[in-house]
Each structure stands twice: as structure tokens, then as C-alpha cells.
């Protein structure tokens, strides 16, 4: 999700090379903050065999504890899953809340593949293991830390702020977001959400630039099939099923979208540019034009990470075909996986790969209702903040608005208008994403930056000025 493009050289930072923040030279806040890390880590919440109810039920009474009111602490219950939702109040509030949104729920992983225990917190030459460490108890633990914080200290604050924490972002049918947001849409009703899907890159030891996601790709999958009435391999006749169905994904192969451009995607290729070498700059500057230079479109047509965010792409991921081998095959069919562009109805790419097939007899079934996605605008009230305080923490490094090719939770509030920015200020590796991976792992000294860059940017949008 965060690994993006090869930068130049911009900024280096000694703590990041000396390892991180030892435990001794910890704030009381930050102590707090890793404590709450810890906690969230070494509870299970994989889908299999974890308990996101427990975790939730834990958390408000932890919050009821420190004197949230009983009322502003709900624990929501779908499917047996847990989510818990909180809100601080502000006095009189000028703006709708802002909603601070991490998910509970973690992949499973087999501490076989493991050199550390992936369901214990480990620090280890300047790094925390565990599963979760990234992908995103991180971020749990500091918007908790930070929300919990903002109430101790009675903050002044112009809108009311929401802390939601859910389950099933990352497997099972009981997805917390999409439930709260359909089942309980004034618990979550926001102005502005805070969420996982952007962040700071590192290449090299050194800090490159900070990403805030503002937008997404629709995720829809698609099954097509073809049936036949089969007979003896000794007798093949040109209506084979498993052909048929070949010559169709060899046409959905060759197959390109159009190419499509939004305020993020513009950013994103400008900011790219600043630090790219000549020729490089220059093709990334030829996507920009009016129309697109065919010849910057060519360039980066065999780069994933660049033609992805281009374009709607639909590939083949899994293929099912034949009975025997000595029989011709009574049913052949391939799975569609499609990530739609933003502001592209999801109607108009089934009628496309419809129109691509064009094979009478065979079925076309969408897997499920994708839910409408647009990008969030880039509005000043965030990015102003975030590009001062990035320059504050880290002189010299670039923010930059980026779209995502995968899902996350995003994707269920911009649909339903809430306009959604992955942000965290939590640096990670270009070269080394182990995001769902063997020995996940977050930087010491990230995890510390970002909950200060967090804290600020939510008292920057939160909080109201001095007078």
C-alpha cells in the first residue's frame, strides 16, 4: 500500500539511523502510547480464532474509566465481532466531528515462518515485531492514545472528535466500518475521517516524502463461465468449453481502459516528478498534458505501480476448467478481478468485459454489489496542515496525495460523501512493505513520530486556535 516510486535523495535523519526511541527516554505520553500498543498487539483478533468483542469491551472500559461518559462510549456488536466507537464533545461545535478510524482485526500468521512470536510485541535492532505492527495496531494504539489524551486534558475543541475501531477490515463477512456506517450512521457521521492508506517512505535510511491517501480503486470481481455438453477427448470438436473460454481472457488481456486522471492522481504525478531523473520527469510531466503524451502513456505501460494508477485494470486470478482428462470439458470458468477507477460506474466496466467476451451462451456474474467510491477532494483545511507540520518534523520532505490500487475501510465513508484521508506520518521502507507478511515490523522511532505528527494534525483540525 506504501510502496510507491524510487525518489532522489532529500532528507536524512540520525535518530532514524541510531535505531529509535529506547525505553527510558520515553514521554509519559509515549510510554502510554506503547503500553496501549503492547495491549492491542498481544490480544488476538484474527478472524479464525481472535475476539475483536473482547478487545472492544476491554477499551471502553478503559475509557469509561478515564472519565468519557457513559453515553460516548458504545461498543457495537454485528456478527459476533466487536466495535467500539467514542466521541470527546466539543462545547459548541462549528464544524461536523472529525472521526479518527483504525480497524481491530489483523491476518493470521504461523509463527512457524516467524524468527519472533507474531502474537508477542518484540523490539528488536530498532524495530517492533509483531503482527499488527503495521498493517495496523499502530495506529489503533495512537488514536487511542491521542484521543484519551485530548480528554484528560479538558481540550478546547471546535468540532467533536470520533474514535472508531473495527473489525473485519481485513477478512470475514462482518465488516464493523460498512455496518456502522449503513446500521448506525449517527454514530459516524463525520466531516472529515483520519484513516490507514498513506504515509511516510524511506529509501535508503533516508525520508522522502510523506503520502496521504485520498482516493481508491473500486474492488469488483467478476465470474465467467462457459458450459458444454462435453463427449470423449477422442472425438474433440471445435465448441470446446476451456478454448472458448481462453480466446476471452486473451481479448480481457489485451484489453485497456482509457486513461483517466483525477486531483489526486495529477498531484501525485507532479510530485513524483520534482525528484525523478530527467527522463523520468519528463515522461511523468508528458502524463500531465492536455491531452496525455501517447508516448508518456507507452513509457510507463509495462510499470505496475504507474499504468495501475492510470487506468481501470481487470485481470484473471483464478481459472477452473475440465473433469477428466479424458474427457472434453463440460464447463470451464475464470474469476475477473477488477479495481475501477474512481468516479467510473462499476455498471459501465461489466458492460465492457461483456462487449470484450462477446461469446453467446457464456455467464457473467458480478461476486458481489461494489459500493461507489470517489476520491476525496484536497481540501486546505487538511493539507495545509499536513504540509506544515511535515516540514516542521521532517525540512525538505515532500507531501504528496497518492491513490491506492488496493481497498481499505476508506472506501465505505467516501461512498457515503465523508471525505477520507490515509494519513499517519509513520515512515516505513520503500524497499521493505511486510505489510500481511513474515516478520511484520514497524520502526521504533516511526511509531513515536507518528503519534506526534497525529497528535498535532488532529489538534491542527480538532482543536480550536488560541484567541
Not at 512457524?112 to 510485541?121: A, Q
Not at 461507489?372 to 507531501?399: H, K, N, Y
Not at 496525495?401 to 461512498?415: E, I, K, Q
Request: with cysteine; net charge negative; aromatic share 6%.
Amino acid at each position: 500500500m506504501r510502496t510507491l516510486l524510487l525518489f532522489a535523495p532529500v532528507f536524512i535523519l540520525a535518530q532514524v539511523l541510531s535505531g529509535g526511541v529506547l525505553a527510558d527516554e520515553r514521554t509519559a505520553h509515549e510510554q502510554f502510547a506503547f503500553e496501549l500498543f503492547k495491549e492491542l498487539i498481544e490480544s488476538d483478533t484474527t478472524h479464525a480464532t481472535g475476539d475483536t468483542l473482547a478487545v472492544a469491551n476491554r477499551l471502553a472500559s478503559r475509557l469509561r474509566d478515564e472519565g468519557v461518559p457513559e453515553p460516548d462510549v458504545r461498543v457495537v456488536v454485528h456478527g459476533g465481532k466487536g466495535n467500539l466507537v467514542a466521541r470527546l464533545r466539543a462545547e459548541s461545535p462549528l464544524e461536523k466531528p472529525l472521526l479518527l478510524l483504525a480497524h481491530l482485526d489483523v491476518v493470521a500468521a504461523n509463527p512457524m515462518d516467524w524468527s519472533v512470536d507474531p502474537k508477542r510485541l518484540t523490539e528488536q535492532g530498532g524495530y517492533y515485531y509483531a503482527r499488527g505492527a503495521l498493517d495496523v495496531k499502530n495506529e489503533a494504539a495512537i488514536h487511542l492514545a491521542n484521543f484519551i489524551r485530548l480528554h484528560r486534558e479538558q481540550a478546547a475543541l471546535r468540532r467533536d472528535i470520533i474514535l472508531a475501531l473495527t473489525a473485519d477490515e481485513e477478512s470475514g463477512p462482518h465488516n464493523g466500518a460498512l455496518h456502522l456506517i449503513r446500521e448506525h450512521p449517527e454514530l459516524v457521521d463525520a466531516g472529515i475521517v483520519f484513516n490507514e492508506g498513506g504515509g511516510g517512505l524511506i529509501k535508503d535510511g533516508e525520508y522522502i516524502a510523506n503520502t496521504v491517501q485520498t482516493a481508491e480503486k473500486t474492488y469488483q470481481s467478476y465470474r465467467l463461465e462457459i458450459t458444454n455438453r462435453g463427449g470423449h477427448s477422442s472425438l474433440p470438436r471445435q465448441d470446446n468449453a476451456i478454448y472458448e473460454l481462453a480466446g476471452v481472457l486473451s481479448r480481457i488481456e489485451a484489453h485497456e481502459f482509457p486513461v483517466r486522471f483525477n486531483e489526486t492522481t495529477r498531484a501525485y504525478f507532479a510530485g513524483v516528478a520534482e525528484s525523478a531523473e530527467e527522463e523520468r520527469a519528463s515522461m511523468l510531466r508528458g502524463l500531465l498534458e492536455q491531452p496525455p503524451s501517447e508516448a508518456a502513456i507507452d513509457y510507463f505501460r509495462n510499470e505496475p505501480a504507474i499504468n495501475a494508477r492510470l487506468r481501470t485494470t481487470c485481470v484473471a486470478t483464478q481459472v477452473l476448467a475440465g473433469h477428466a482428462e479424458n474427457a472434453l470439458p463440460q464447463r470451464a470458468s475464470a474469476t475477473i478481478n477488477c479495481r475501477v477507477f474512481p468516479g467510473v460506474p462499476v455498471a459501465d466496466v461489466e458492460q465492457t468485459i461483456r462487449d470484450i467476451a462477446d461469446m453467446p451462451g457464456m455467464t457473467i456474474t458480478a461476486k458481489w454489489d461494489s459500493l461507489f467510491s470517489d476520491a476525496s477532494p484536497l481540501q486546505d483545511e487538511v493539507m495545509i496542515p499536513i504540509r506544515e507540520i511535515t516540514e516542521d518534523m521532517w525540512p525538505g520532505v515532500i507531501v504528496m496525495p497518492t491513490m491506492s490500487t488496493g481497498a481499505t475501510d476508506s472506501t465505505f465513508f467516501r461512498s457515503a460523501g465523508i471525505p477520507v484521508y490515509g494519513v499517519s506520518g509513520i515512515f516505513t521502507d520503500m524497499d521493505d512493505n511486510r505489510r500481511h507478511g513474515r516478520d511484520e515490523r514497524i520502526r521504533v522511532t516511526s511509531f513515536y513520530e507518528g503519534l506526534e505528527f497525529l497528535d498535532r494534525l488532529t489538534r491542527a483540525v480538532a482543536v480550536r486556535s488560541e484567541p
